[in-house]
């Protein structure tokens, strides 16, 4: 934006860009004076502003009901005289609401136009302060409006005279002094007070000064600085953040602008938090009469408390969006460690269950590090769970009989009280629910016998297997035989296709079983191991094989 670009506040009528201080202002204008115009912009407006009635007039005929209450259902009950506020509570909430957003955005156009304002002379500097807001007639004002001293010259109120002052011709003679030389010294002292007062910005000369964003008159004492790279970084944040706009460093003076991204956006609410951009004039390190005489560039901004507590609230209400609560920041964190415990624990159960029955198709570090993993994100909710327990007994209220009667009252939230008891007793339940399930895994001694007794048992069931393979081999060959030399009037026996399928099935898993193990042994470079499984296999895939061709011969 240029400097000599104009802004203007308040409600803008959009057909003879005219500016009014409230939207009904603007209604009654725009009715009156453009009524007739058939300009696209007048029909549109004019449509949006019918739109608008016919809602408001809609929304106050609605009924007032309860939503989860069905009055059908029952007969009405005579009550006694009620009357509703509520459309009284909205307007006069509606008329606060719009008197701090209008007066709030003045604030900031303003702003941005002294901060846009191109270097000048103190006078120029002065008439241009005063077209961006009128100032009040300073001789018209007595008193600040802020702590209620009088404006000019006040030595008896900075200087009291407590006790009368000894005479100095007798203290002089006294101690030997000329006496015209002690009342020189006393008038010098007060000729040097008073010339302090007003060219030192001394307070017992009181001036009256104006507040830059609004005009009104106060003294130097309620007076509020807002130093230039403060006002920046406070158009910047708010813009960013309200309106969506990451020009603003840009277009005010000639600051460096920071990185459009969501990073630089919070952090510009915590930097604008964390140091105190107003000064008062306490704080402020150099006098301000000082800067007005040396510098012609702009340095600083007077304001006054109602500015300030202004453009403050809006800069809380921003970091108040931005910041989560403590409550949300935990309730996250539980729910990211509930949900890794939900994906984790049903693996963990079946690898537990294959290592405890002998098997060996997981490693048991793997486990290890699965239970490890699981342990610390339970003993997070657990944590998390003590956490919302203390801040729900340090927010609950004190009922001890025995705390004094004077005790500063803590304030309660009641609502977050019991939001911050619901979340431990559902930590609580999570854990009773899921840390049983959580079973312990074998040493590494147990897991060595419980190796050997599954391969004693894989042994003694191959051997089974084998003796069964033999019996229906058996069975079959007489089957054949039998089947060859009967005439064709005796009955043929049939073959029991079910328990050869049965053998099929156990043989494929032994096999799969002898195969897996064989490849653990290749890993581990057991070479004894790996001789002795490759002969099993071998022998249970020709036993495999066998069968099936026996079976399909029989089919056939």
């Known amino acids: 934006m240029s400097f000599d670009e104009s802004i203007i506040e308040g409600f803008i009528c959009p057909g003879c860009m005219v500016s009014f201080r409230t939207a009904e202002v603007l209604r009654v204008h725009f009715e009156a004076e453009h009524k007739s115009d058939t300009t696209d912009c007048s029909r549109s407006t004019g449509g949006v502003l019918d739109q608008r009635r016919h809602s408001v007039a809609l929304a106050d005929n609605i009924p007032i009901s309860l939503a989860f209450y069905e009055q059908t259902r029952f007969e009405k009950q005579p009550l006694g005289q009620s009357k509703s506020l509520t459309s009284e509570f909205h307007k006069l909430r509606r008329s606060r609401v719009n008197r701090d957003a209008l007066e709030t955005n003045s604030l900031l156009i303003r702003l941005e136009k002294l901060i846009n304002a191109p270097p000048m002379s103190k006078i120029q500097r002065r008439e241009f302060e005063q077209s961006v807001i009128s100032w009040i007639d300073a001789t018209k004002v007595d008193l600040c409006p802020s702590c209620g001293k009088t404006f000019g010259l006040g030595l008896e109120e900075a200087y009291p005279i407590d006790e009368p002052s ?55 004492d309620c007076s509020y600085f807002l130093p230039r790279i403060s006002a920046v970084r406070l158009l910047e944040t708010i813009g960013t953040h309200q309106l969506g706009v990451s020009e603003f460093t840009n277009k005010v003076g000639s600051e460096p602008s920071p990185q459009t991204t969501e990073s630089s956006n919070l952090t510009s609410v915590s930097s604008l938090d964390s140091k105190v951009i107003f000064l008062s004039s306490i704080d402020y390190p150099v006098p301000v009469l000082e800067i007005e005489r040396t510098d012609s560039t702009f340095q600083c901004l007077r304001l006054c408390a109602v500015c300030k507590d202004l453009l403050q609230k809006k800069l809380d209400r921003l970091q108040f969006r931005q910041c989560a609560s403590p409550v949300a920041s935990l309730h996250s964190e539980l729910r990211e460690h509930m949900r890794k415990v939900n994906e984790s624990l049903p693996l963990y159960s079946a ?34 769970r003590r956490r919302l327990d203390e801040m729900a ?95 064709s009037d005796g009955p043929t026996p049939k073959f029991n296709s079910t328990d050869a399928i049965d053998n099929l099935a156990k043989l494929a898993s032994s096999i799969d079983d002898v195969s897996g193990q064989l490849i653990r042994a290749r890993k581990d470079g057991d070479t004894n191991k790996i001789q002795k499984l490759l002969r099993e296999l071998e022998r249970l895939e020709t036993n495999f094989q066998t069968m099936s061709s026996l079976l399909q011969k029989q089919q056939l």
């Not at 040097?192 to 001036?207: E, S």
């Not at 290890?368 to 997070?380: A, G, V």
Request: a positive charge.
């Open 166 to 220: 000894p005479n100095p011709s007798r203290s002089a003679s006294q101690s030997g002094i000329n006496p015209m030389t002690t009342v020189a010294q006393r008038s010098k002292l007060t000729i040097t007070r008073i010339t302090n007062a007003i060219l030192d910005y001394n307070p017992i000369y009181r001036r009256r000064h104006h507040c830059r964003l609004c005009g009104h008159v106060l003294c130097a």
């Open 351 to 384: 690898v537990a269950e294959s290592l405890h029955s002998g098997e060996q198709r997981y490693a048991l570090d793997m486990a290890k590090s699965m239970r490890h993993e699981l342990l610390e994100s339970l003993q997070q909710i657990d944590f998390i």
């Open 393 to 487: 007994s340090t927010m609950a209220p004190d009922r001890d009989p025995r705390s004094p009667n004077d005790a500063p009252e803590r304030p309660t939230n009641l609502a977050t009280i019991r939001l911050l008891r619901t979340l431990s007793k559902m930590a609580c339940q999570f854990l009773q629910t899921n840390l049983p399930p959580l079973r312990a895994l074998p040493t590494l001694q147990q897991y060595g016998s419980l190796t050997a007794q599954r391969q004693d048992e894989l042994a003694a069931r191959w051997a089974e297997e084998e003796q069964a393979l033999a019996q229906l081999e058996l069975r079959v060959a007489k089957a054949a035989k039998s089947s060859a030399s009967l005439a």
